[in-house]
Nanobody, 117 residues
Framework: QLQASGGGLVQAGGSLRLSCAAS????????IGWFRQAPGKDREGLSC????????YYTDSRKGRFTISSDSAKNTVYLQMDSLKPEDTALYYC????????????WGQGTLVTVSS
């Protein structure tokens, strides 16, 4: 089970840190990815962290503004989002999948991020 949290309302230029708490699965066995879906748009991948492979991936446009990290002791993955823009407004999801960050088997519920201009 994956529990995403940390969303909310923030002004443009602000920051938020999203959390994805995993239960029943280990970050040593699964990669965790962050995704988002804005109204009327397709879901897009943002970033993925694979502790077992020691790899971190970002969608190119997210580099520099979004930072993914993990805390194995808490079995939690974070997404730090800085310099937020109104176009970042979306429902953000985390998912657990294969260690190469390609396929995802388990999805959490989303947490809503709203960026006001």
């Amino acid at each position: 089970q994956l529990q995403a949290s940390g969303g909310g309302l923030v002004q443009a230029g602000g920051s938020l840190r999203l959390s994805c708490a995993a239960s029943g699965l280990s970050l040593d066995d699964y990669a965790i990815g962050w995704f988002r879906q804005a109204p009327g748009k397709d879901r897009e991948g943002l970033s993925c962290i694979s502790n077992s492979y020691g790899n971190i991936y970002y969608t190119d446009s997210r580099k520099g503004r979004f930072t993914i990290s993990s805390d194995s002791a808490k079995n939690t993955v974070y997404l730090q989002m800085d310099s937020l823009k109104p176009e970042d407004t979306a429902l953000y999801y985390c998912a657990a999948g294969t260690r190469d960050c390609i396929d995802y088997d388990y999805w959490g519920q989303g947490t809503l991020v709203t960026v006001s201009s």
